[in-house]
């Protein structure tokens, strides 16, 4: 709460004029903020009666811009339930009275309407506010697109984190013969001097292939065009297996 506004009984908002009686018995500038007589019982910040924001001279600036970021959120989110709701609705915001309109709003539209004026409403008065305390509109946008940037890309991180613990979760268990050939790999051989080690090994195709045609050894399969890009691919796949190489000092 500003003294000027108990003083001089006007809105640090909206600058807004009170009779004394006026302003005793409604407490409440036009722009919609709340004031408290008692300065010592003054809120931080916080919802008030029939969706207006309380403030006070102890909200840090901190809080405002934590709260207008939310709102950012908020109304991003909305727009993404109601794609072009915004371009339609918001002209109808000053004068939405909860109530469906014939040849404006419809009935369903209620309630779309209502959350975007609760989210307009809250953000025009902490911006109000802001500006009451003499902090420039470009930097209060500034620091809000900041802080959305950071909020938005905290989440992404959290969510890439969650799908990386899902994907070592369902990460694929080796067979004995995967095994087999992940042992072979570490021999870092090519072409046929890896495939006659698999036999040496004794270490045939997987049966899926052989089902399809392949010959029975890693060998003879390896002069085929269609069963060698085959064995090329399975060694690429196993090789993600092999324990990272120590780099020498």
Not at 211 to 229: H, N
Request: proline share 7%; hydrophobic share 35%; aromatic share 6%.
């Amino acid at each position: 709460m500003h003294a000027k506004c108990i003083s001089h009984l006007r809105c640090g908002v909206c600058s807004h004029a009170y009779t004394n009686s006026i302003f005793l018995l409604n407490n409440q500038g036009r722009c919609g903020r709340i004031f408290a007589k008692d300065k010592k019982k003054a809120p931080v910040g916080g919802p008030g009666p029939k969706g207006t924001w309380i403030l006070s001279d102890d909200t840090p600036v901190s809080a405002i811009l934590q709260q207008l970021t939310t709102l950012e959120l908020s109304l991003a989110a909305w727009e993404e339930r109601y794609p072009g709701g915004r371009s339609r609705y918001e002209q109808f915001v000053g004068i939405f009275d909860g109530e469906p309109r014939a040849g404006l709003w419809s009935a369903t539209a209620v309630p779309v309407i209502a959350e975007l004026k609760e989210i307009l409403g809250k953000r025009e008065v902490l911006i109000r506010e802001l500006l009451c305390r003499g902090h420039d509109r470009a930097v209060i946008d500034a620091a809000i697109h900041k802080n959305v940037a950071q909020v938005r890309e905290q989440k992404t991180k959290e969510l890439l984190g969650i799908d990386e613990a899902a994907r070592r979760k369902k990460k694929h268990r080796l067979t004995s013969r995967e095994k087999n050939i992940v042992e072979v790999l570490r021999l870092n051989l090519k072409g046929p001097d890896y495939c006659n080690a698999l036999e040496e090994r004794k270490i045939p195709p997987p049966q899926a292939w052989i089902d399809e045609g392949c010959p029975v050894t890693y060998p003879l399969a390896y002069k085929i065009p269609k069963w060698r890009k085959r064995i090329q691919d399975e060694k690429h796949r196993l090789s993600k297996y092999l324990p990272p190489r120590k780099t020498p000092r």
